[in-house]
C-alpha cells in the first residue's frame, strides 16, 4: 500500500463549488504539506502543518483552506473554486533517515470549468 | 530572495551522455539543497541532496556539485539512459524551518 494517499485522483468541478482534496498518511510523520504544480512555475507550497494544531500559510494560500483532522489527515479544500485553481495538487509528508525528505503522493489533478 | 532558478527548462540528450540541470539561489540562509525527480503520473521522489560543507555528492550516477560562493548548484546524471527520462526539480530549504522552495523544474528526455 502507498504511504501517501490522495483522493480524488482526478476532479471535473464548476466555478463556484466547494471541493476538497484528501491526504492520508502512514509513514507516522508530523509535517504534511500541500502543493500546486502548473507547467513551468514548479511547485508551490499553499499550505503545511507541523502537527495537528499547528497549521501554517505557505506561498500561495488564497482561495483555500486546510483542515488537520488527524496526525494522519490533512485537507485541502477549495472554498469556491475558480478556473485559476485548475492544477495538480499534491500532498507530502516530511521526514526519513535525514528528517528532510519529503515524500508525495500520486497527486489530484483538478479541473474548475 | 527566495527564488530558486532552475536550467534548462528542457533538455534532451543521448543515451550515454551527460546530462546536466542547473539551479541558483539568492538567500544565503539555505543550507539543504535536494533534488527531487519525478514521472509521468507520479509524485516528486526525493533523489540526492546536499549540504553546504560539501562541494560535491555522488550517488551511483548521479552527482550533485555546490558552489557556495556562487550561490549555484546543479546535477549531473552520468550515463544517462532512457528510463532517466523525468521532470526533475532543485529545491532549497533552510534547517529548522522545514519549507522548501522549488524550482521551476527541467523535463529531460533521454533517446534510445
Known amino acids: 500500500d502507498a504511504d501517501v494517499t490522495q483522493t480524488p485522483r482526478n476532479r471535473i468541478t464548476k466555478t463556484g463549488k466547494r471541493i476538497m482534496l484528501e491526504c492520508s498518511q502512514t509513514?507516522?510523520?508530523?509535517?504534511m504539506y500541500w502543493y500546486r504544480q502548473d507547467p513551468g512555475l514548479g511547485l508551490q507550497l499553499i499550505y503545511y502543518?507541523?502537527?495537528?494544531?499547528?497549521?501554517n500559510k505557505g506561498e500561495i494560500s488564497d482561495g483555500y483552506s486546510v483542515s488537520r483532522q488527524a496526525q494522519a489527515k490533512f485537507s485541502l479544500s477549495l472554498e469556491s473554486a475558480i478556473p485559476n485553481q485548475t492544477a495538480l495538487y499534491f500532498c507530502?509528508?516530511?521526514?526519513?533517515?535525514?528528517?528532510?525528505?519529503?515524500?508525495f503522493g500520486p497527486g489530484t489533478r483538478l479541473t474548475v470549468l | 530572495q527566495q527564488q530558486v532558478k532552475q536550467s534548462p527548462q528542457s533538455l534532451i540528450v543521448q543515451k550515454g551522455g551527460i546530462s546536466i540541470i542547473n539551479c541558483a539561489y539568492e538567500?544565503?540562509?539555505?543550507?539543504?539543497f535536494p533534488w527531487y525527480q519525478q514521472f509521468p503520473g507520479k509524485g516528486p521522489a526525493l533523489l540526492i541532496a546536499i549540504r553546504p560543507d560539501v562541494s560535491e555528492k555522488k550517488e551511483g550516477r548521479f552527482t550533485i556539485s555546490f558552489n557556495k560562493s556562487a550561490k549555484q548548484f546543479s546535477l549531473h546524471i552520468m550515463d544517462s539512459q532512457p528510463g532517466d527520462s523525468a521532470t526533475y526539480f532543485c529545491a532549497a530549504g533552510t534547517s529548522g524551518t522545514y519549507k522548501y522552495i522549488f524550482g521551476t523544474g527541467t523535463r529531460l528526455k533521454v533517446l534510445a
Open positions: 538567500n544565503t540562509a539555505f543550507d539543504y
Open positions: 507530502a509528508t516530511e521526514g526519513g533517515a535525514s528528517g528532510n525528505e519529503q515524500f
Open positions: 502543518s507541523f502537527d495537528v494544531k499547528d497549521i
Open positions: 509513514k507516522g510523520h508530523d509535517r
